[in-house]
């Protein structure tokens, strides 16, 4: 009996550690992989400034529309001045701009944003100076995209879904009723070339413009995504992503990709046909920063053009009407080894 007072006790202490060992363990190890990947100089304060941010840009059901900058693109007049210009002049997405996260990658970006915008997260990598435009597929880009998409893995396990947009897109009109927020899709993305079928693997993805739902599947495939970048060094994250799609390791998982319709969706690869559908214009298949504030001045001052006219006349001429851009971009294409991106 003497015993079985001491074992009651014993058995109550080892049942009270696996608890905290399973509740609290896994919480402990998330916060410490979060504040990892925020970098070595992060800390609690940082892992919880960007869970404000993105808690005071988030729309009712948690979702976001992160774009990134760097010093290059941030200048005055530049690329990030016409992104926030299109969201003013389009229909329907003046009301959007308070759901935008800008992410600066470097202190001077940082700061113009703040000057320009009211939801700004610095994203801080030790020992790497993203200030300057990159050359394409230099090493600092490479490194610039890939810290990207960890970045963004972090939004979705913070349980935020983002559109994700590159700051050389024109937001037109409000593109959220084209994606899929109850349906069996967690990826919604632009294509560079569209085929015709939303669901064709087929599509040539751009992931300059993506609708991503923050569930398990979502998460664990952006994980998946970035460990490929070892798999496959010196690729970019787009090429990894038409490589990947198809493996197995996501096939099983049960992932659905819908790809968007160009003609809604376009670029100066291939750019929208019809004014009245069209949702964003992207400046993918050009280079260089001059090229793209060119040429997407010119699709702003296209769009102001058409909206200006009466609503029976835009109906007739907007399925006929024909872009300026590309012009510039146009004409660079064929430098493209012998110039720079973001």
Same mark, same amino acid.
């Given at each position: 009996m003497a015993e079985l007072k001491w074992f009651k006790p014993l058995l109550f202490f080892a049942l009270l550690f696996v608890i905290c060992f399973v509740f609290y363990l896994p919480a402990n190890l998330m916060m410490r992989t979060t504040l990892q990947f925020l970098g070595p100089q992060s800390n609690g304060d940082q892992c919880n400034e960007l869970a404000t941010v993105l808690k005071r840009a988030s729309m009712v059901n948690k979702t976001v529309i992160i774009t990134t900058m760097n010093k290059a693109w941030a200048a005055p007049g530049s690329v990030i001045d016409l992104f926030l210009e299109s969201f003013r002049i389009g229909e329907g997405t003046k009301v959007l701009l308070n759901h935008i996260v800008i992410v600066a990658v470097d202190h001077k970006a940082f700061n113009r944003c703040k000057s320009i915008h009211p939801h700004c997260y610095y994203l801080v990598t030790p020992?790497?100076?993203?200030a300057d435009e990159k050359r394409?597929?230099?090493?600092?880009? @490479?490194?610039?995209?890939?810290r990207r998409i960890d970045f963004l893995r972090t939004? @979705?396990?913070l349980g935020y879904n983002f559109?994700?947009?590159d700051a050389d897109v024109m937001w037109l009109r409000d593109p959220f009723p084209h994606f899929h927020f109850t349906a069996e899709t967690e990826i919604t993305i632009a294509c560079d070339y569209y085929k015709g079928n939303p669901t064709d693997k087929n599509n040539k993805a751009n992931g300059g413009f993506i609708f991503v739902k923050s569930n398990l599947k979502s998460i664990g495939f952006y994980k998946y995504w970035y460990k490929s970048r070892v798999w496959y060094p010196n690729s970019h994250d787009q090429s990894v992503f038409e490589m990947i799609k198809n493996d197995k390791n996501v096939t099983t998982t049960g992932l659905q990709i819908r790809y968007l319709d160009t003609n809604c969706f376009g670029g100066f690869c291939q750019p929208s046909k019809d004014m009245n559908k069209v949702c964003t214009m992207h400046a993918n298949c050009c280079v260089g920063i001059e090229n793209k504030v060119h040429d997407l001045r010119l699709v702003l001052e296209d769009w102001k053009n058409f909206i200006a006219l009466p609503t029976e006349k835009r109906r007739l001429v907007g399925s006929s009407s024909l872009w300026r851009a590309p012009r510039e971009c146009k004409i660079r294409r064929k430098v493209l080894s012998r110039t720079t991106l973001l």
């Open positions: 020992g790497v100076d993203f394409f597929m230099s090493e600092d880009y @490479l490194k610039l995209i890939w939004v @979705l396990e559109a994700f947009t």
